[in-house]
């Protein structure tokens, strides 16, 4: 049985300046850089999105970012252009130590389906590899830290409590979006799930 660290999202895109950037997402960054190196395993996710991406609002006639709209697998918050792959947006915050990765997981590369969760895309269905990797690997806990709170990391942490695994969320290492109070409420959702919330390890 073993543990590992979960850095997800951190970004540019994601950070003060980029193209969806979380408040103050960059100050997970020191946070992030100091707990992997109290870890044996550390894992990375990237968002990965293509040009013209299905969650970009600017693929939708008429609509702005954070507007919410329907598609084939249910409701999809739309999103600035953001992560785009090949582009700096989507490189990994510049002071990200990440030499210590084994693996990135990358995901949203899927031109109709967007992916909060590192397990699961938005259709709650395709899955990413990650739970094969990680059962594979007999790792059975996770602590996870990143950006954005209430976006992939709480997502990511539903399905890995949901799969079984044993998961903490380090909340001074996160930085949410916040979007008609989702902080708050991806808090509810993941105190119910089960998932442990701290605010250092
Ligand atoms: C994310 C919105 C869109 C995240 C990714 O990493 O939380 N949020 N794409
Ligand atoms: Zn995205």
């Given at each position: 049985?073993?543990?590992?660290?979960?850095?997800?999202?951190?970004?540019?895109d994601?950070?003060?300046?980029?193209?969806?950037?979380?408040?103050?997402?960059?100050?997970?960054?020191?946070?992030?850089?100091?707990?992997?190196?109290?870890?044996?395993?550390?894992?990375?996710?990237?968002d990965?999105?293509?040009?013209?991406?299905?969650?970009?609002?600017?693929?939708?006639?008429?609509?702005?970012?954070?507007?919410?709209?329907?598609?084939?697998?249910?409701?999809?918050?739309?999103?600035?252009?953001h992560c785009?792959?090949?582009?700096?947006?989507a490189?990994?915050?510049?002071?990200?130590?990440?030499?210590?990765?084994?693996?990135?997981?990358?995901?949203?590369?899927?031109?109709?389906?967007?992916?909060?969760?590192?397990?699961?895309?938005?259709?709650?269905?395709?899955?990413?590899?990650?739970?094969?990797?990680?059962?594979?690997?007999?790792?059975?806990?996770?602590?996870?830290?990143?950006?954005?709170?209430?976006?992939?990391?709480?997502?990511?942490?539903?399905?890995?409590?949901?799969?079984?695994?044993?998961?903490?969320?380090?909340?001074?290492?996160?930085?949410?979006?916040?979007?008609?109070?989702?902080?708050?409420?991806?808090?509810?959702?993941?105190?119910?799930?089960?998932?442990?919330?701290?605010?250092?390890?």
């Amino acid at each position: 049985m073993a543990e590992a660290l979960l850095l997800i999202d951190i970004q540019n895109d994601f950070c003060p300046g980029g193209a969806l950037g979380v408040p103050d997402g960059d100050a997970v960054v020191p946070i992030a850089n100091r707990l992997a190196r109290q870890f044996e395993h550390v894992l990375l996710t990237q968002d990965w999105h293509p040009p013209g991406h299905s969650s970009f609002a600017s693929q939708h006639a008429g609509k702005s970012p954070f507007e919410t709209i329907s598609l084939s697998y249910g409701a999809q918050t739309l999103w600035p252009d953001h992560c785009v792959q090949g582009t700096s947006g989507a490189d990994f915050h510049l002071d990200l130590n990440v030499t210590k990765a084994e693996m990135i997981i990358r995901k949203g590369f899927r031109p109709t389906i967007d992916s909060y969760s590192a397990f699961f895309e938005n259709d709650h269905t395709t899955p990413t590899g990650l739970t094969g990797y990680l059962r594979e690997r007999d790792i059975s806990e996770l602590v996870m830290v990143g950006l954005a709170y209430d976006f992939c990391v709480q997502y990511s942490a539903l399905d890995a409590s949901r799969l079984g695994f044993t998961v903490t969320v380090v909340q001074s290492a996160c930085r949410a979006i916040n979007l008609d109070g989702s902080a708050a409420t991806a808090t509810e959702a993941m105190r119910a799930a089960g998932v442990r919330l701290t605010e250092t390890l």
